[in-house]
């Protein structure tokens, strides 16, 4: 799915755009430096015995960027692709996502790098627990607290809590089910974490569109990739009357001029795991793709998506970024020439880490809140976030993106004010 544009190293461009917010908002150099690099980069080699009897040593990650405002936070993706850079790049843009929402959690991602879908339930299920079993105390329901992510999902996450709770000191065990979020109901999740970073994207759309006075019913849409994030934006979009017009994923794109239904799309990728062999549609190319007329453009797919090649082609009104880092520097660049407004990833896919903190409030008080409840709070949050952004942009005269950093360095500058640094 890559665009051809991987000179783009990840972690740079997010650093990149830190340093031009640090100068916006004057961050003193000390704080600078200390947010220039994670304070924690862990790499472990596990073995795992597959189905066939052979034993496999697999490489596992977690990079603990900061925690200054809260415990760690942040997704464990499993996929070939895997990489330090990689994860230092995302674990960053959880401490600006969590600072930016005043969410009090710091930054962390991981992953295992492995491709999960050549593996079956029971060789996923005992990578997990191996994994888990070699992170060891470097997790903890009040130290860092991991998540779903590419490649997992809330069967992964029950897997990661069970096997926390039967290593772990024998006391308090119940309360050992903050170790991770984004579980099942069942074993302690929240109602609508589920579709929470798709319903924060969706959020911010209805934001932009109240404020440009743009009527969503009857609207258009382009969605990249259709996992978790791009099916429930699509599913939950359509309920505003918004048709996905095209898709596409690793496999390939499909167009369909008529709007795909989200949700038979949604559960035919569950049951396959991709849109390829899709019935409903016609297979058109990448580039046939990124030149789809539509009104929104969702890209939900990996980073470093949309390049010059592919900004140039865009003919949309609006882009909400529901992947991290799915538009590089250049297409940036190219996309602000145009004119078209960008929902950067730090504010639109933050629903996820909200919902994930109050399954991880939820637990820690023993409660479990109705679905109103959390989509009440969630909608508050996001507005807010949403609001203050755009506000500072206008302010500024800067972009979302560069008031999105900006707004969370001056939370952790104030922070770092506060505590000082020890000794």
């Known amino acids: 799915m890559s665009s051809g544009a991987d000179e783009f190293s990840f972690f740079e461009v997010v650093q990149g755009y830190m340093e031009e917010a640090a100068e916006l908002t004057g961050l003193p150099a000390h704080v600078r430096r200390i947010l220039a690099e994670p304070k924690n980069e862990l790499i472990v080699h596990f073995p795992v015995r597959m189905d066939g009897g052979e034993t496999r040593l697999f490489k596992g990650y977690r990079i603990q960027h900061n925690n200054v405002m809260g415990p760690y936070k942040g997704g464990m993706r499993y996929h070939e692709q895997v990489s330090l850079n990689e994860l230092k790049a995302l674990a960053t843009q959880m401490t600006w996502k969590c600072a930016l929402l ?221 992947a991290n880092g799915p538009i590089n520097p250049a297409g940036g660049a190219v996309l602000a020439d145009r004119g078209i407004p960008v929902i950067p990833d730090i504010l639109a896919n933050s629903g996820g880490v909200t919902v994930s903190y109050y399954e991880w409030v939820q637990n820690r008080n023993s409660e479990h809140w109705d679905a109103e409840e959390v989509q009440r709070r969630l909608l508050h949050m996001m507005r807010r976030a949403y609001q203050r952004t755009m506000f500072y942009a206008a302010e500024k005269k800067v972009n979302a993106r560069i008031a999105a950093y900006a707004l969370a360095l001056e939370s952790l500058a104030t922070s770092y004010e506060e505590r000082g640094i020890f000794p």
């Open 102 to 322: 005043g969410v009090p959690f710091g930054g962390g991602k991981g992953g295992v790098k492995f491709n999960p879908r050549e593996h079956s339930h029971e060789e996923l299920q005992r990578i997990t627990r191996r994994f888990t079993h070699a992170l060891g105390s470097n997790i903890g329901p009040s130290h860092d607290i991991p998540a779903p992510d590419m490649g997992t999902n809330a069967q992964t996450m029950v897997w990661m809590m069970d096997t926390y709770i039967n290593t772990g000191p024998t006391y308090e065990k119940n309360d050992h089910r903050a170790v991770v979020t984004g579980k099942t109901i069942n074993a302690g999740g929240s109602e609508g974490r589920e579709a929470a970073t798709g319903q924060g994207v969706v959020h911010c759309i209805k934001e932009w569109a109240r404020e440009a006075r743009f009527d969503l019913e009857g609207a258009t849409a382009i969605v990249q990739g259709f996992g978790n994030v791009g099916s429930n934006t699509a599913l939950l979009l359509s309920k505003l009357g918004v048709s996905t017009i095209a898709t596409g994923d690793h496999t390939g794109y499909h167009r369909n001029d008529e709007g795909f239904n989200a949700h038979k799309l949604q559960d035919y990728v569950r049951v396959n795991g991709s849109i390829d062999g899709y019935p409903r549609g016609d297979k058109i190319t990448r580039d046939e793709f990124f030149e789809t007329k539509a009104d929104l453009f969702i890209p939900a797919a990996l980073q470093n998506q949309v390049g010059e090649k592919e900004a140039v082609r865009l003919d949309v009104r609006l882009i909400a970024e529901g």
